[in-house]
């Protein structure tokens, strides 16, 4: 059975930090693409981070250069570092997982940035 598990969310400050981590059980963790995406109140789910097998990284332009994604092979996890938070990063945020045709998605996790 395939699990992604995240956490890590919850309630931050504007200009605040937040790491989220999802661990990964029944794939083959190094050979899946890995991504996060998000969904905020009344919009569609959107691509935050994506990181291939062997490292290389893609961002939007929304999160560039305050989103970091990283993964940990040993660990089966994926991490997402999210720095300068904005109150438009609200969201529910998913683990996404990928090797072909088959993907995977988590249960999600929500990140509130507010003051």
């Known amino acids: 059975q395939v699990q992604l598990v995240e956490s890590g969310g919850g309630l931050v400050q504007p200009g605040g930090s937040l790491r989220l981590s999802c661990v990964a059980s029944?794939?083959?963790?190094?050979?899946?693409?890995m991504g996060w995406y998000r969904r905020a109140p009344g919009d569609e789910r959107k691509l935050v981070a994506y990181?291939?097998?062997?490292?290389?990284?893609t961002y939007p332009d929304s999160v560039k250069g305050r989103f970091t994604i990283s993964r940990d092979n040993a660990k089966n996890t994926v991490y997402l570092q999210m720095d300068s938070l904005k109150p438009e990063d609200t969201a529910v945020y998913y683990c996404?997982?990928?090797?072909?045709?088959?993907?995977?998605w988590g249960q999600g996790t929500q990140v509130t940035v507010s003051s």
């Open positions: 996404y997982a990928i090797r072909g045709f088959d993907a995977y």
């Open positions: 029944g794939i083959a963790f190094s050979l899946n693409n």
């Open positions: 990181i291939t097998t062997i490292g290389g990284t």
